[in-house]
């Protein structure tokens, strides 16, 4: 299996511009995860889902970002208007039979908005 | 609130130098401990998953201990190639919460 895919793997954008993140689980993997990763906070939870449906969004930081899992293979992750200050890298991690289990991470899209 | 405090911060050994990382936490309902390896420029990589006090897991020069409060992983003997950011996450009744890290540095 080629792991958790992640695309693109750097953005650079202005402040204002729609950003989409994409994500491909590991094959029958039914936890997806998003996590947003700085040097002040370090590693955070953003969303994640069982089965394609989202669990639990408490950890979306505000209502410009928004996540879908419309399959069990692909899931975005949407910034609309994107800021500065959501510079950061993003990772998607997938696992098997939930948040208990070891997670597989994958190699992150480093965002910078300008 | 859940809290997971890793230390030290940073961490610089001579190669074969052992020492050991602390991660404590305060959670309601601990599910699981986990320890993460991260590289410079990737995502995290599981090492070990603890459920339990007392519990003890190993993986070459890696061994995870966890007690009620905290969680320790030893190095024994560490290689340059042990070089790399250590999470813990600790996974309780409503939350996953991550540490900030410890980055250790193994000089040959």
């Known amino acids: 299996d080629a792991g958790v895919i992640q695309s693109p793997r750097h953005e650079v954008t202005e402040m204002g511009q729609e950003v989409t993140l994409r994500c491909k689980p590991i094959?029958?993997?039914?936890?997806l995860f998003w996590y947003r990763q700085t040097m002040m906070r370090g590693l955070e939870l953003l969303i994640y889902?069982?089965?394609?449906?989202?669990?639990?969004d408490s950890g979306m930081p505000e209502d410009r970002f928004s996540a879908k899992m419309p399959n069990a293979s692909f899931s975005t992750l949407k910034i609309q208007p994107s800021e500065p200050r959501d510079s950061a890298v993003y990772f998607c991690?997938?696992?098997?039979?939930?948040?208990?289990?070891?997670?597989?991470f994958g190699p992150g899209t480093r965002l910078t908005v300008l | 609130e859940d809290q997971v405090t890793q230390s030290p911060e940073a961490l610089r050994l001579q190669e074969g130098e052992s020492s050991s990382l602390n991660c404590s936490y305060t959670?309601?309902?601990?599910?699981?401990l986990f320890w993460y390896r991260q590289d410079p420029g990737k995502g995290p990589e599981f090492l070990f998953t603890?459920?339990?006090a007392g519990e003890e897991k190993e993986k070459e020069r890696l061994k995870a201990t966890l007690t009620k409060k905290e969680s320790f992983l030893h190095i024994t003997a560490p290689k340059p190639e042990d070089s790399a950011t250590y999470l813990c996450?600790?996974?309780?009744?409503?939350?996953?919460?991550f540490g900030a890290g410890t980055t250790v540095t193994v000089r040959a």
């Open positions: 991690a997938s696992s098997l039979g939930g948040t208990d289990n070891e997670q597989f």
């Open positions: 094959s029958g993997h039914d936890y």
């Open positions: 889902f069982n089965n394609n449906v989202p669990i639990d």
């Open positions: 959670v309601s309902g601990l599910r699981g």
């Open positions: 603890l459920y339990s």
């Open positions: 996450a600790v996974q309780g009744d409503y939350k996953l919460s």
